[in-house]
């Protein structure tokens, strides 16, 4: 050895597989225990997950919901305008393109056995008893000259607005759609500040928690593999090597965890989404690409909080000393 | 700071053991273990040479500091004070990492307990220290198996260490105590754990390996039969070297060995 003094790389190489074998052998070896901790990561991120996917989920259906609700109002406010709908035709003139409310409104208006539309560009003049109920405006504007030729042949000269009345040459057009006030604007965005600042609140004491355990389970490892360490430092493992076989075993732990909990997690929120808004309104509209982002960061939140909690049992790992390990009269 | 056999050879005593034929020496080496108030002297400034090649038996009672010694000389462990050279290289320059690239290639340990890794194999126990060396994992396995054939376990290359008896285990053991061609073997008390039959295996394959291989083979023992094939025999007792002699001057139907 002593004669090649040119070029030696005799460093101590610590092949990454060797680590990982070892890892994995432990895991199989120690599975009870190892399932046990990974119920720990699991909960964590699942309590994570099902906190992201949660807010994702609720604000499809709130959408949903506030949708359908101002549907029906503005349904509503029409039937009190027209009275009952079924047979009559209502005249159509289209000032914009409609919205999501109006394409729900007219579906919901003109569905089968309700009212018959029609646009203003096929209306002709008919008889009495055929004669269409009343105009409705879809966006903002109705020409004067629309109203003019329109009204006297209305049952009702009435015009009604599904979007603004900023463009009424009526005079009394009624609007159907009518915005939350600003008071509501603002106890809403409220509710939803304290709401966040308590999730982030309960979010940290999770991390804590699911750090600390697995930490707990780590030191428990590295106490029940004493003398497999010490064995290993006689055998000349470096200390590098010790802390990367705890770090693999964690970040290992942190992974799986992560993509069990996290399915977990986005089940649970999906299911309890479902049981109070139906399956059909939570499945069928999965935001789907923000729910991978979503767990793209509880996977990485797993693998860190795992990798954090290792740094305490690797470092007492690594430094124990080989002669310790080894004692056998203790 | 990566090891290299330069650094290693700038650590060398330039005095002295010029020629190298010492492997290890010990000078005036105390051991204090302290825990709390109380404090134990398991080595009492202790002094020796260990030469290559040879097979040296360290005898003595239980608690007289055997382990203890083998910790200071196989640099699993500091000294309080006084100084240990292995192949002439002062033990306390070395940091961490060189004390692994040491413990690695230098010395191959065997203990009383085997100490297998439950987890591997027979064969990935022997291979062991050769990835820690920085060896390709084929050539590693091939090594393996040698050694493994060797010690005569050829058969059992892929069984668990549960699956072995003692002696099976402490062969295995023997055999990854040599996979990086060390210049030492430290054995400490490797038939304590076995039967007579079996223990006496055990020496006669650490002394054919010395024979063989040239490797200076220092064992800890009250084994009868170990001290009979060593080249010299250290009595130590409360952290004292008391005595050192060949086997040949002395009288084994005498009280001290029964
Ligand atoms: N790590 C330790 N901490 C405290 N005391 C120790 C430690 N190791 C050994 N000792 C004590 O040092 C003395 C020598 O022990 P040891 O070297 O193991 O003797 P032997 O191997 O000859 O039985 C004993 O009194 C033992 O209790
Ligand atoms: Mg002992």
Partial sequence: ?330 | MPVTTARLDALKIRSGDASGSCVIRAVEVKKIYRMGTVETHALRGTTLEIYRGEYLSIMGPSGSGKSTLFNMIGALSKPSSGKVYIDQVDVAQLDFDELAWFRCRKIGYIFQTYNLIATMTCLENVTLPMSFAGMDAEAGRERGVELLKLVGLGERILHKPSELSGGQQQRVAIARALANRPDIILADEPTANLDQKTGGEMIELLARLRNDLGVTIISATHDLKMLKRSDRIMWINDGRIQKVARPGEIDFSSNEFH
């Avoid at chain 1, 209305?154 to 939350?180: I, Y």
């Avoid at chain 1, 930490?215 to 290993?232: D, P, W």
């Avoid at chain 1, 006689?234 to 992974?255: K, N, P």
Wanted: glycine share 8%; with cysteine.
């Fill in chain 1, 1 to 330: 050895m002593s004669s090649n003094h040119s070029a030696i790389q005799d460093q101590v190489r610590l092949p990454l597989r060797v680590a990982w074998g070892i890892v994995v052998q432990g895991i199989r070896i120690r599975l009870g225990r190892s399932v046990v901790t990974l119920l720990g990561v699991v909960l964590g991120v699942a309590f994570l997950m099902s906190i992201l996917s949660s807010s994702l989920l609720r604000s499809r259906v709130v959408g949903e919901i506030q949708a359908r609700q101002q549907t029906a109002a503005m349904v509503g406010f029409l039937l009190a305008e027209s009275g009952n709908l079924s047979g009559r035709t209502l005249v159509v003139w289209r000032g914009a393109e409609p919205d999501d409310i109006e394409q729900r409104f007219l579906r919901e208006i003109f569905r089968p056995g309700a009212a018959r539309p029609l646009e203003v560009k096929d209306f002709a003049p008919t008889g009495a008893d055929d004669r269409p109920s009343l105009i409705i405006v879809l966006g903002g504007a109705l020409p004067s000259d629309v109203w003019e030729s329109i009204s006297p042949h209305l049952r009702q000269p009435v015009a009604v607005f599904t979007r603004t009345l900023v463009s009424d040459p009526s005079g009394a057009g009624v609007l159907l759609r009518r915005p939350p006030s600003e008071e509501d604007l603002q106890r809403q965005a409220q509710e939803a500040a304290q709401q966040r600042v308590r999730t982030i609140w309960i979010l940290c004491i999770a991390a804590l928690v699911t750090i600390i355990s697995i930490s707990n389970a780590l030191l428990m490892s590295v106490t029940e593999r004493f003398r497999e360490i010490g064995t290993m430092k006689c055998l000349g493992a470096l200390s590098s090597f010790i802390r990367r076989v705890f770090f693999l075993e964690s970040a290992l732990m942190g992974l799986v965890g992560g993509v069990a909990g996290s399915l977990f997690g986005l089940l649970f929120a999906a299911i309890l989404y479902a049981l109070s808004y139906g399956w059909g309104l939570v499945f069928g509209s999965l935001p789907v690409l923000p729910l991978l982002g979503a767990m793209v960061i509880c996977l990485a939140a797993g693998i860190i909080a795992s990798i954090l909690a290792a740094i305490y049992p690797a470092g007492v790992a690594s430094r124990m000393v080989p002669a310790d390990a080894l004692r056998t009269n203790i």
